[in-house]
């Protein structure tokens, strides 16, 4: 029977620990505090969290960290597991593909883990899937987008599912790319683009879908040219590309490069859109330099216009983080209360021993999984474990901030 659990977030929701939580620190474990009365005689469950916390990313990953500890203070305050304490182990993976896959090996070998939150960046997932595939440990992504991680290198033509233990709760490059081309070069009118990527796979990738939308639409990409994520200095690229007189620029990457990308390519002359998808969309990318006109799309519709959204910024605001929850920290709160709901379901019936054949019957629990009342609107899983939710948002810097123009599913066409 396929298991229903529109009730059971709302329900978190409603409940948060009047005890605060400090933001703790990578590779410590944290519980909640006082369980509130519940009964946490069968021990503690351990909800893993791997993302950069510290480096370049680090907004991003302690917004994902933040969030997660939210979900498990409000589980833990609803007695969402009985008989069980739940606790959060925040894994640092600084964006590096070996340091996360050590991290969900370390998860895997530890039968009190009931799944792990993450990974943000697609090269580190791709890192750990192998890794702990035979363990069985369930994976629920946050933030990568990249379709291969799914459904293999021929998800266009020959999609097959690659990993039945992973998961997503985000929208994928093959649809998002596309939706940005079709924003800029249909609503923001604009024929001539040019592509610079940081020569990562999901830059890559994104950059790829958005230049082959953006000719069937009949637009022209001019250039496409690469450059380092670590470089801090794109004069050359940006001089050869100011040559060819683009009308927007599509960066494949993420705010750290894009922000500063377009401030110099504003004071070299060239003050065109820069455009990109949701590795943009934080206010770091306007504090590293991204100006008024610099769009990004992102996967869900904007927080603040879902009920449930609402009330997640509300409860992560009442916690006090000193890090803001950034442009995946709903998603990371969606992710847990996915993990935190199958795994009260498997546990109902004679606790957790995590074997295998339990990690296999939470698996089957988070495929079946289906709300329409997550911080993100709904969440579930098709075949693949990617999301069903196919709504993305495009942002706009619009007076020093980004505001949201257009939210839409996206229909192949």
């Known amino acids: 029977m396929k298991s229903k659990t529109t009730g059971v977030l709302s329900a978190l929701l409603a409940v948060v620990t009047a005890t605060g939580t400090s933001a703790c620190a990578a590779g410590k474990t944290e519980t909640a505090g006082s369980a509130g009365g519940c009964d946490t005689s069968k021990g503690t469950l351990v909800v893993g969290v791997i993302a950069p916390m510290s480096g370049k990313l680090s907004a991003i990953g302690l917004g994902i960290r933040n969030s997660v500890q939210l979900a498990v203070d409000q589980a833990n305050a609803a007695c969402a597991v009985k008989g069980y304490q739940l606790a959060m182990d925040a894994q640092d993976d600084e964006a590096n593909p070996d340091k996360g896959a ?179 969309f934080d206010p770091q990318f306007i504090a590293l330099g991204g100006k008024d006109g610099d769009v990004a799309t992102s996967v869900g519709a904007p927080i603040d216009k879902l009920d449930s959204g609402k009330a997640f910024v509300d409860a992560y605001k009442k916690k006090g983080f000193s890090d803001g929850y950034g442009g995946f920290g709903a998603f990371a709160f969606d992710a847990a209360n996915v993990i935190v709901a199958s795994a009260g379901k498997v546990t109902a019936s004679g606790g957790w021993n995590g074997g295998l054949e339990q990690r296999a019957e939470l698996i089957k629990q988070v495929q079946e999984y289906r709300t329409d009342s997550g911080a993100n609107g709904t969440i579930g899983f098709d075949q693949y474990g990617d999301s069903v939710n196919k709504m993305f948002t495009v942002y706009k810097v619009t007076s020093g901030a980004w505001k949201d123009v257009l939210s839409d599913q996206f229909e192949a066409k």
């Open 102 to 280: 050590a991290a969900a090996q370390r998860f895997a070998d530890d039968p009190n883990v009931v799944g792990v939150v993450g990974s943000y960046n697609s090269g580190v997932a791709r890192a750990i899937q192998p890794k702990i595939a035979a363990a069985k440990l369930l994976l629920i992504s946050p933030g990568n987008t990249d379709p291969v991680l799914s459904r293999g290198a021929d998800f266009a033509t020959a999609p097959k599912r690659q990993y039945g233990n992973y998961f997503r709760v985000v929208g994928t490059d093959d649809l998002q790319g596309p939706f940005n081309a079709r924003y800029m070069v249909q609503k923001e009118g604009k024929k001539k683009l040019a592509i610079i990527t940081d020569g990562k796979a999901v830059g890559e990738s994104s950059a790829t879908e958005f230049a082959k939308e953006a000719e069937r639409l009949g637009a022209q990409i001019v250039i496409r040219e690469k450059v380092n994520e670590n470089d801090s200095d794109f004069s050359s690229v940006l001089t050869k590309v100011k040559t060819l007189n683009p009308e927007a620029i599509f960066v494949g990457s993420e705010y750290h490069v894009a922000g500063p990308l377009s401030k110099q390519a504003r004071d070299l002359g060239l003050n065109v859109p820069v455009s990109g998808t949701d590795g943009l």
